[in-house]
C-alpha cells in the first residue's frame, strides 16, 4: 500500500519558529512516534497465535469430490492463505451423505486452527429444517471464519418450453401443478422450490432423483419438466448456451450483471413478484416482502470457511482476519474472476448474524417443508 | 458446416504433435500408466493433484495433459484386474471375470495383447464417432432421457439370466443379494435413508470399489492359499506361459462383429450424461454373453470375455466428452475432473467450447487418441515381465495382493470402514467360490442396480404425471426389442438345436 501524506508546507522563513512550538513539535512526533510502535506491538500480539501455525501442516476439509465448487474455491485460497498463515495446507476432499461427512469431521476435529474447511450454510439448514436428526448448525456447530461467496437461485426452464416469461408459467399454474426437476428432496433447491412457490400461490410436483444439477437441468431442456431451480453460477453457461432460459430471480437485488438477466423478475423486494402477488391474491403485502427476504437469506448464507467450534478466542481472531484480508485481496479476486468465480466474501461476524436471522426467519416454514415433503414420500 | 470442423481437427492435430506440445501428453501418458501400478494412486489422483499444480497453465497445455491424463488411467486398470484380479476402476471389473481365468491358465500375455488392442482400437472407433457427432452433438445427447437409461439397465440385467444357466436358482438369489445391496444408501425417490443403521459410513452406499476387491481379488487369494496352487498361473517357469500377445491382438479380428457392437455400445452408454463405464463394461460383456452361439467358456477365460469389455470401456472414453463437452456432465470421476480443469481455465463447456474454441477440443481428442494408444503399444512391449508376475509363488503374492486390495480400498475413499468391507466381502467370496454361487450375477446387480431403480422411479413419476409416454420413444422401442431379442436368443437356440436345426 502507498499512501500519500497530505501535508502543507510552509516556507521556513514566513513565520519565526520558536522554542515553545519546537518542543510541542518534538513532543508530538515522539508521543505519534511510541502510539505507533504500541499500535504494532498490538497487531503483532493479535497475530502471535497464528505464528504457531506457520510451517505446520494444516487440514483444509473439502466436504465435496474433487473438481466442484467448494474444491475450486478452497484451491483457489490454499496459495495466499499459505502466504499469510505460513501453514502448509493440504486438502482432504470428503464427499459423503450430502457434505455432512466433511462437515462433520470438522466438527469433531481439535480446535487448534490446524483443521479448517468449507461447509454449505443453505444446505446444512436445509436438512435442519427439514427434519434431518444429527445435523449441524453452522452458525453453532462451528466457529464462522469467514464467507466465501453466495449461491443465488433461480427458476430456468428449457430453451423449448412455452414458458416465455414468469407470467406464462403462473397462468400454467393455475390450472395444473408446476413440475420441477430437482436432485434430493430435502436439499436447500427442495426447500427454495417449496417456499418460494408456496409465496407465489402455485402448486408443484417435483421429480427427484436427478444426478447432480446438470442432469435435471437436461430434463428441462428435454421437455420432461417444466422448471428447475439452481443456482445461477451453476447454470449461466447452460442459459448463455441458449438451452436453459432464466425466469425468476430469487433474490431481493439482481444477481448478476450478466445480460441473460435482463428484465427477468425478482422475488424479493417491495415490487417483487412475492409482493405482487400476495397483492393479487389478497394476502398479506409485507408478510410476503419480509418471507422472501427470508427465504433469499438462507439460500444466500453461502459457502463459509469455517473451523472446529471452541476455537481460541486470539485463534479465531487472527485467523478470520487473514481469510478476510485473503478473500478481499486484489490478486485473489482477479484470480477468481479468472476461473469464472463469483465471490461474495463477508466477515465471520456478519456472515453469522446472517445466517442466526435468515434461520429465525425461515424457522416457520418448517411444517410447510415437512408436509410438502411427506406429499412427496407419499 | 464441416469445413470448420475439419479445420479445428486439423489444428488441433498440428498442436498435439509439434515440439514441444508433444511432451505433455506423452509425459502425462507415462506418469498416468506408472501411477496407475501403485497401490493407493490412481489417474484419478493425478488428475487431481494436477489440478492444483497447473493453475497458471494456460489452456493448450491443460488440454494436452488432462486427454493423456483420460486415456492413460483406463487400459492400466484393465492389466491389475487381469494379472491379479484388482480392478482399477470399476469398469475394469467386467475384465476380471474373464481376463484373470485366462491369467490362472497361463494365458496372461493373450489377454493382455487382446486387452490392449481392444483398448486402442475401441478408443479409435469411439474418437470416431465423436468427430463424426460434433455438429449435432447436443441433439444427440438430448435423445437420451430417463426411459433410455432404464432401458439400457434392463438390457445389461438380462445377462444374469444367461450366466446363471448352470444354477438358475443360485444365480438368481446371488443377483438379489446384490441388488439389496445396492440399494443401501438414501432412497433416491425420497431420500429417505435405507439400510443404514444410523451409520454415515452407509449414507452414499457401499460404494463399488471395496465390495468387488472384496468378492474377486480377496476371495481369489483365499482361495488360492487354501488350495495349495503355487502360483496364480498354476506354472513356476516362464516358458510354461502358453499364449502369445499376437494371439490376443488376432482376436479381437477374428471377433470383429463382437469388437465392432461393444465399441458402439461403448460409445452410446458414454453419450448418456451421468452414466459410467462401468455400465458400458457389463452391457458390452452381457451381449457378448447373450450372442455367443457357445458360451459355456464365459467367466472361465473366454478371449470374447476380454474383449467386449475393454472394448467397450474405452469407446466409452470418446462418447463420455460428448456430454462433459457439450452441457458439462461427467460420465465418471476422470471426465469430472476434466471438466473442473476445463471451468478452472476459463473454458466452460457449452456452445462456445464447441466453437469458438474447437481447435481446443480437438487437442483434448488427439491427445486423448495419442494416449490410449501410447498404453496400449507400452503395454504389448511390457507383456512378457507383466506375465511372469503370474509366475509369482502364493505364499509371497497372496500377502502382497492382501496389502494391495486394502490400500486399493482405502485409496477409494480413504476411509477405513471401506478396507473393513472389503476384506468382510472377501469371506463371502470365498464361500461363495467354495460353495458353487456364481459371483457374476452378484456384481452386475450391485453395479446396475442403483442407476434402475432411480430410473425406473424417475420413468414412473413421469409417466404419473404425464410428462412422458414410454412406448412413443424410438430408443425405448429399439432397447426394449434389443433386450428381448438378447434375453430370447439363446433359448431360441437352444430349441433350434433340439429341433434338429443348428449345430451347438
Known amino acids: 500500500m502507498s499512501f500519500e501524506p497530505n501535508v502543507q508546507i510552509e516556507s521556513p522563513l514566513s513565520k519565526t519558529i520558536t522554542r515553545r512550538k519546537l518542543l510541542n513539535a518534538l513532543g508530538a512526533a515522539t508521543g505519534a512516534v511510541i502510539l505507533q510502535g504500541c499500535d504494532r506491538r498490538q497487531n503483532a500480539s493479535s497475530d502471535a497465535p497464528c505464528r504457531q501455525l506457520a510451517g505446520k501442516r494444516m487440514r483444509w476439509i473439502v466436504p465435496n469430490a474433487v473438481g466442484g465448487g467448494f474444491d475450486a474455491e478452497s484451491r483457489l485460497i490454499k496459495p495466499f492463505f499459505e502466504a499469510k498463515t505460513g501453514a502448509q495446507i493440504v486438502i482432504e476432499n470428503m464427499p459423503g451423505a450430502g457434505g455432512l461427512v466433511g462437515a ?35 452458525a453453532t456447530d462451528f466457529t464462522i471464519l469467514g464467507r466465501v461467496a453466495r449461491s443465488w437461485q433461480v427458476w430456468a426452464t428449457g430453451a423449448r418450453s412455452p414458458f416465455h416469461a414468469i407470467e406464462d408459467v403462473l397462468q400454467a399454474a393455475e390450472k395444473r401443478p408446476l413440475v420441477f426437476a430437482i436432485n434430493e428432496v430435502g436439499s436447500a433447491n427442495f426447500v427454495a422450490i417449496t417456499v418460494s412457490a408456496f ?8 421429480v427427484a432423483g436427478y444426478s447432480g444439477n446438470r442432469s435435471a437441468s437436461l430434463a428441462a431442456v428435454r421437455g420432461e419438466v417444466d422448471l428447475v431451480c439452481f443456482n445461477f453460477d451453476t447454470i449461466l453457461d447452460m442459459i ?133 415433503m411427506q406429499q412427496v414420500r407419499g | 458446416m464441416l469445413e470448420p470442423i475439419i479445420q479445428a481437427a486439423w489444428e488441433g492435430l498440428r498442436l498435439v504433435f509439434s515440439w514441444p506440445n508433444i511432451l505433455y501428453p506423452v509425459c502425462a501418458t507415462l506418469i498416468t500408466m506408472v501411477v496407475a501400478f501403485l497401490p493407493g494412486i490412481s489417474g484419478v489422483t493425478i488428475m487431481a493433484l494436477a489440478l492444483s499444480l497447473t493453475f497458471s497453465w494456460d489452456p493448450l497445455k491443460i488440454m494436452l495433459i488432462f486427454g493423456a491424463f483420460v486415456g492413460g488411467s483406463t487400459f492400466m486398470g484393465s492389466i491389475t484386474a487381469i494379472l491379479f484380479n484388482i480392478p482399477g476402476s470399476g469398469p475394469s471389473a467386467a475384465t476380471m471375470l474373464d481376463g484373470y481365468p485366462m491369467a490362472q491358465q497361463g494365458r496372461a500375455k493373450t489377454a493382455i495383447g487382446c486387452s490392449a488392442a481392444s483398448s486402442a482400437l475401441g478408443s479409435t472407433f469411439g474418437i470416431l464417432v465423436l468427430i463424426l457427432l460434433i455438429p449435432m452433438m447436443r441433439q444427440a445427447i438430448l435423445v437420451f432421457g430417463p426411459p433410455e437409461f432404464l432401458m439400457l439397465t434392463v438390457w445389461g440385467l438380462t445377462t444374469i439370466a444367461v450366466i446363471t444357466r448352470d444354477s438358475v436358482v443360485k444365480g438368481l438369489i446371488a443377483a438379489g443379494l ?37 468378492i474377486f481379488s480377496i476371495a481369489e487369494m483365499i482361495a488360492l492359499t487354501v488350495s495349495g496352487r503355487r502360483t496364480i498361473s498354476g506354472k513356476t517357469h516362464a516358458e510354461d506361459l502358453t499364449g502369445s500377445v499376437w494371439e490376443g491382438i488376432l482376436s479381437v479380428f477374428r471377433n470383429f462383429g463382437l469388437f465392432l457392437r461393444s465399441s458402439m455400445i461403448g460409445t452410446l452408454v458414454g453419450m448418456i450424461p451421468g452414466v459410467g463405464g462401468k455400465v458400458a463394461s457389463f452391457v458390452a460383456y452381457g451381449q457378448a454373453v447373450q450372442t455367443s452361439r457357445d458360451r459355456e467358456n464365459f467367466g472361465r477365460g473366454d478371449i470374447r470375455g476380454v474383449i467386449a469389455p475393454e472394448a467397450a470401456h474405452d469407446a466409452k472414453d470418446g462418447g463420455s466428452l460428448l456430454p462433459t463437452l457439450a452441457f458439462g456432465i461427467p460420465g465418471n470421476q476422470s471426465t ?13 463447456p457449452g456452445k462456445e467450447l464447441m466453437t469458438s474454441n474447437l481447435p481446443l477440443v480437438f487437442v483434448l481428442i488427439w491427445s486423448l487418441f495419442l494416449s490410449n494408444w501410447m498404453t496400449s503399444l507400452l503395454g504389448v512391449a511390457v507383456v512378457n515381465p507383466l506375465a511372469r508376475l503370474t509366475l509369482i509363488r502364493t505364499q509371497l503374492l497372496a500377502p502382497l495382493i492382501f496389502v494391495l486390495a486394502a490400500l486399493g480400498a482405502f485409496a477409494y475413499r480413504e476411509r477405513m470402514e471401506d478396507v473393513l468391507v472389503a476384506f468382510l466381502f472377501g469371506i463371502v467370496g470365498y464361500y461363495m467360490k467354495k460353495y458353487g454361487w456364481p459371483r457374476i450375477p452378484f456384481v452386475i446387480a450391485f453395479v446396475l442396480g442403483n442407476l434402475f431403480e432411480t430410473n425406473l422411479h424417475i420413468t414412473m413419476r413421469l409417466s404419473h404425471l404425464g410428462r412422458l409416454a414410454f412406448w412413443t420413444r424410438p430408443m425405448v422401442v429399439a432397447l426394449v426389442l ?22 451347438k
Open chain 1, 104 to 138: 462433520k469431521t470438522i466438527m469433531a476435529a481439535v480446535a487448534d486452527g490446524l483443521t479448517l474447511g468449507m461447509v454449505s450454510a443453505p444446505g446444512l439448514l436445509a436438512s435442519a429444517f427439514t427434519g434431518e436428526a444429527d445435523v449441524p448448525m453452522p
Open chain 1, 199 to 206: 409465496l407465489l400461490g402455485a402448486r408443484v410436483e417435483m
Open chain 1, 240 to 372: 448463455v448456451g441458449g438451452d436453459l432460459r432464466p425466469l425468476l430471480q430469487l433474490s431481493a437485488e439482481r444477481i448478476s450483471a450478466h445480460a441473460c438477466l435482463e428484465g427477468v423478475p425478482l422475488l424479493c423486494g417491495e415490487k417483487g413478484l412475492a409482493a405482487r402477488r400476495a397483492a393479487m391474491l389478497g394476502k398479506a403485502i409485507q408478510e410476503a416482502v419480509a418471507d422472501a427476504r427470508g427465504l433469499t437469506d438462507l439460500i444466500g448464507a453461502g459457502r463459509l470457511v469455517v473451523a472446529p467450534p471452541r476455537l481460541e478466542a486470539q485463534l479465531f481472531q487472527c485467523l478470520a482476519k487473514y481469510l478476510h484480508e485473503t478473500l478481499t485481496d486484489p490478486a485473489f479476486q482477479a484470480a477468481a474472476a479468472r476461473m469464472n468465480r463469483s465471490l461474495d466474501p463477508a466477515s465471520a461476524d456478519v456472515a453469522r448474524n446472517e445466517i442466526l436471522t435468515a434461520a429465525e426467519k425461515v424457522k416457520k416454514f418448517t411444517p410447510l417443508i415437512r408436509k410438502s
Open chain 2, 178 to 214: 446384490g441388488f439389496l445391496l445396492s440399494f443401501i444408501g438414501h432412497d433416491p425417490r425420497t431420500a429417505e435413508p435405507r439400510y443404514t443403521f444410523d451409520l454415515l459410513y452407509l449414507w452414499d452406499g457401499l460404494g463399488l470399489i471395496p465390495p468387488l476387491l472384496g
Open chain 2, 336 to 348: 469430472a475432473l476434466l471438466l473442473a480443469a476445463l471451468v478452472l481455465h476459463g473454458l466452460p
Open chain 2, 482 to 503: 434389443l433386450t428381448g431379442v438378447n434375453f430370447a436368443l439363446p433359448y431360441l437356440r437352444a430349441w433350434r438345436q433340439s429341433s434338429g436345426g443348428l449345430p
